[in-house]
């Protein structure tokens, strides 16, 4: 079975500052690695996949995540964030030939100030 | 544009009641998925469906069940509502095929009374 810990539940930044957000993962097999954003009132939406290849993954809003399989992390980053970054965001892994079931970390929510 | 729809944005029901959750997608997936969502446990999967009249049960089934008679819709089923099911409820759907993405619905808010 595959596990994620999302390693800060709580993380204040002000605007324009850089932002990590840290996941680590456990599986005893390969495994494909997604970071989700959750806007208040709303469904998740998909940031990044890490899949195979590079591991420095590109996604949308100008978010990036590095894959590091010896320290199983998956660190998600942004270098300059914006007041409407301010959002819950969820780590999820699932192993490959898993029927593509997702299990999630308990999220990070991140508040943005001015 | 990618869409997955729940019926209901917030449902509020009573102890003992039979309440369902609808959620269509229209992307053709495969794969169907019902997940809770409460906080510091994140999202955890309740009932998965990779095929019309397939399912599977996930993590947490206890107290729920699912029906997928049609490939764009998979319905999430509580027999006897109960206050410890009072939760968000998301849906997502994935391909069967390449690299899974979830695409989620908006989220069903249901309170137990």
């Known amino acids: 079975a595959q596990s994620v810990t999302q390693l800060d539940s709580q993380v204040p930044v002000f605007e324009e500052a850089p932002v990590e957000l840290r996941c680590n993962y456990s599986s005893s097999v390969s495994v494909y690695l997604f970071w989700y954003v959750q806007y208040p009132n709303q469904g998740l939406q998909l940031l990044l996949k890490y899949l195979s290849g590079s591991t420095l993954v590109k996604g949308i809003n100008g978010f990036e995540a590095e894959f590091n399989k010896s320290q199983t992390s998956f660190h998600l980053r942004k270098p300059s964030v914006h007041i409407s970054d301010t959002a819950e965001y969820f780590c999820?892994?699932?192993?490959?030939?898993?029927?593509?079931?997702?299990?999630f970390g308990a999220g990070t929510t991140v508040t943005v100030r001015a | 544009d990618v869409k997955v729809t729940q019926s209901s944005r917030y449902l509020v029901k009573r102890t003992g009641e039979k309440v369902f959750l609808e959620c269509v997608q229209d992307m053709d997936h495969e794969n169907m998925f019902w997940y809770r969502q409460d906080p510091g446990l994140g999202l955890r999967l309740i009932y998965f469906?990779?095929?019309?009249?397939?399912?599977e049960k996930g993590d947490i089934p206890e107290g729920y069940s699912v029906s997928r008679e049609k490939k764009e819709r998979f319905s999430l089923i509580l027999e006897s509502a109960s206050t410890n099911q009072t939760s968000m409820y998301l849906c997502?759907?994935?391909?069967?095929?390449?690299?899974?993405?979830?695409?989620f619905g908006p989220g069903t808010r249901l309170t137990v009374t």
């Open positions: 997502a759907s994935s391909t069967g095929t390449g690299a899974p993405s979830g695409y």
């Open positions: 469906s990779y095929d019309v009249k397939m399912k």
């Open positions: 999820a892994v699932t192993a490959l030939g898993n029927d593509y079931k997702l299990s």
